[in-house]
């Protein structure tokens, strides 16, 4: 038991990459079986999955985390200055949150009109979530993929803001917008970072 207490927070961090990789690998098959009927390229969703990470004496809080994410994924999100490739679940609930980055309710819709908002946590381990998202700097691009369509933002704004501005998750009406929201500094939080991107047509 003390063993696991120690190895926990090693366990937690690769437990998630596994989901993260593993919803990846599910959308990607769900795709595949809308595009080929039920023929599934089962070496698609194992080259997806390259690390086989077997986490079986992980405690059962973990796994239930993301029993049902699989449903709720909207797309991925790349920022390749960064390396970053996460999926997106739709809601940035708790539960989503401990896995990966989420959209925020009543906000925009990727490459519409309006304000897509993504939330996401930093943590201290190198490149987890948004953990480099203050390294995004202003002309940098964004990838959106729902799956049927790639959507690219350019990084417009780059704002530190108190966690009650939320003006920054309103759309202007006329832009296609994209917000990405974490917390700053790392630990405890007083503010936001926020990045502002828009759909240059």
């Given at each position: 038991?003390?063993?696991m207490?120690l190895?926990?927070p090693?366990?937690?961090e ?5 989901q993260?990789?593993k919803?990846?690998?599910e ?5 595949n079986n809308?595009?080929?009927g039920?023929?599934?390229s ?9 690390d ?39 809601g ?7 896995t990966?980055?989420?959209?925020i309710?009543?906000?925009g ?31 940098d ?47 405890n939080?007083?503010h ?6 828009k759909i240059?047509d």
């Amino acid at each position: 038991m003390g063993m696991m207490m120690l190895n926990y927070p090693k366990l937690s961090e690769m437990y998630e990459n596994y989901q993260q990789q593993k919803l990846v690998a599910e959308w990607q098959k769900s795709l595949n079986n809308i595009d080929n009927g039920d023929e599934l390229s089962e070496e698609m969703a194992e080259d997806t999955l390259s690390d086989n990470v077997d986490l079986e004496d992980v405690v059962d809080d973990l796994q239930e985390r993301t029993s049902s994410n699989d449903e709720n994924m909207e797309g991925i999100l790349r920022i390749s200055t960064i390396g970053l490739q996460l999926p997106i679940l739709h809601g940035a609930t708790k539960e989503n949150m401990k896995t990966t980055i989420a959209s925020i309710a009543n906000t925009g819709t990727m490459g519409r009109v309006g304000n897509y908002a993504l939330a996401g946590h930093r943590n201290r381990t190198y490149g987890r979530n948004f953990n480099r998202l203050n390294e995004v700097v202003e002309g940098d691009k964004i990838q959106v993929d729902n799956g049927e369509q790639q959507f690219e933002y350019t990084v417009t704004e780059k704002l530190r803001v108190k966690p009650e501005e939320v003006w920054v998750l309103e759309g202007n009406g006329e832009d296609k917008e994209l917000t990405l929201v974490t917390c700053d500094p790392m630990i405890n939080p007083t503010h936001r970072i926020i990045i502002k991107g828009k759909i240059i047509d």
